[in-house]
């Protein structure tokens, strides 16, 4: 079963605006990670927040965690034509060595 | 380095035949994991290897059995195709044995099954 669900499922921005991806999960986690996934290729690792963090920063993003809501947040700021692709969360709700995907928020971005 | 390479790209296979994905890291990674991805479903675990010689199943091991043949190659084997494992199929692999670590994956394989 899917462990994160994310929302929406697709988004579509103007190149410049801020786009915002939610996570949400079932299960306490230790940690939580973000994928980008462009299309045809196999997915790239973003951003990893564990429990004990709310907020974290890379470039031009920004992710937090809110372990009571047991959500997740990712912000991509100044949205570029590049940025156009499958976002996914992934939690460690499976076990120490396995990770469980969400469905992923497909992102456009329009030039 | 590489990374972590997957062959074939695309293979079309007929219903009852058996083929072998193939995987394999440059990177002296200790696990290794085997993805399906079908359309709006995300990526389910198949099977993964947290180290050579050990392997186990993960959501949807069903129709499928793998080989961790050495640290570096771990290969998937479809040994009766069905028409249901068609999909998307991605390796990954991280350093070390908890998901606490960045995995890296694969470019992926396309499996159509007729």
């Known amino acids: 079963s899917q462990q994160g669900e994310e929302d929406p499922q697709a988004l579509s921005i103007q190149e410049g605006e801020n786009a915002t991806m939610n996570c949400s999960y079932k299960t306490s986690i230790n940690n939580l990670q973000w994928y980008r996934q462009n299309s045809g290729r196999g997915l790239v690792h973003l951003i990893l927040?564990?429990?004990?963090?709310r907020e974290k920063h890379s470039g031009r993003l920004r992710v937090t965690l809110d372990t009571s809501k047991k959500s997740s947040s990712l912000l991509i700021t100044a949205s570029r034509a590049a940025d156009t692709a499958s976002y996914f969360c992934a939690t460690d709700a499976g076990g120490a060595q396995k990770l469980v995907f969400g469905q992923g928020t497909r992102l456009t971005i329009n030039p | 380095n590489a990374g972590v390479t997957q062959t074939p790209k695309f293979q079309v296979l007929k219903t009852g035949q058996s083929m072998t994905l193939q995987c394999a890291q440059d990177m002296n990674h200790n696990s290794m994991y085997w993805y399906r991805q079908d359309p709006g479903m995300g990526l389910r675990l198949i099977y993964y290897s947290a180290s050579e010689g050990t392997t186990d199943k993960g959501e949807v091991p069903n129709g499928y059995n793998v080989s961790r043949l050495n640290k570096r190659e771990f290969s998937l084997r479809l040994e009766s195709a069905a028409p249901s494992q068609t999909s998307v199929y991605f390796c990954a692999s991280i350093l070390g044995q908890g998901v606490a670590e960045t995995q890296y994956f694969g470019p992926g394989t396309r499996l159509l099954v007729l």
């Open positions: 927040i564990r429990s004990n963090e």
